[in-house]
Structure formats: C-alpha cells, structure tokens
C-alpha cells in the first residue's frame, strides 16, 4: 500500500489548509484511516481519525477546527484544517491500518506563522 500525501505549506495563523493523502488500494477496505502530526523537537502525536463506517474522533487540541474525510471514489483521505495557531505546525502524516497491518504515508510539512 502506497499513502502519497499533499497539500502542506506556510499559512498565517488563522489560515486554513487542506491535507490530502491518495492511497494505492481502495479506502474503504482499510479499518481505520488516520492523520498523526509531529511538531518540531517533539513526538508524533495523533491528530485525527476515521473508521470504515465513518465514524470520526478527533484529538482535544484539534477538535471543532479540524475535520477528517474521505473521498471514495478517488480514494483519497482529507485534513481539512481551520482556525489554524502556531501550535499546530509540524509535519504531518496519513496512516491506515488493515488487520495487523499499518502504513505510513510521507510527512507533509505544515508551518503556522506570521
């Protein structure tokens, strides 16, 4: 499985920005699809994520600004990011998983500054 990500940049706070990540296979068949983000000098922390059914969680940082989604048809997993701060710059990474396993798309770095 192939996960190619886009849509990063620098953006004002304030701003928004759209993530997306394209997967090789069907989305639907994955179990969980999900957005981690890694700020400078720190760990990477989940962010976001969706279930095969649809339903979303989202983490307390990012809630009411961030919304998850996907793209069936073009099996492609969105991040769509508003309201954008300082604190929510790094580099960001699509993941699903499928049973035991797990795939990783390519960080998309993310910068929130004036």
């Known amino acids: 499985v192939q996960l190619v990500g886009s849509g990063g940049g620098l953006v004002q706070p304030g701003g928004s920005l759209r993530l997306s990540c394209v997967a090789s296979e069907n989305i639907l068949s994955f179990d969980h699809i999900y957005w981690f983000r890694q700020p400078p000098g720190k760990l990477r922390d989940w962010v976001a994520g969706?279930?095969?059914?649809?339903?979303?969680n989202y983490a307390r940082s990012v809630k009411g600004r961030f919304t998850v989604s996907r793209d069936n048809a073009n099996n492609t997993m969105y991040l769509q990011m508003n309201s954008l701060k300082p604190e929510d710059t790094g580099v960001y990474y699509c993941?699903?998983?499928?049973?035991?396993?797990?795939?990783w798309g390519q960080g998309i770095q993310v910068t929130v500054s004036s």
């Open positions: 969706m279930s095969s059914g649809g339903t979303t």
């Open positions: 993941k699903v998983d499928r049973g035991y396993y797990v795939y």
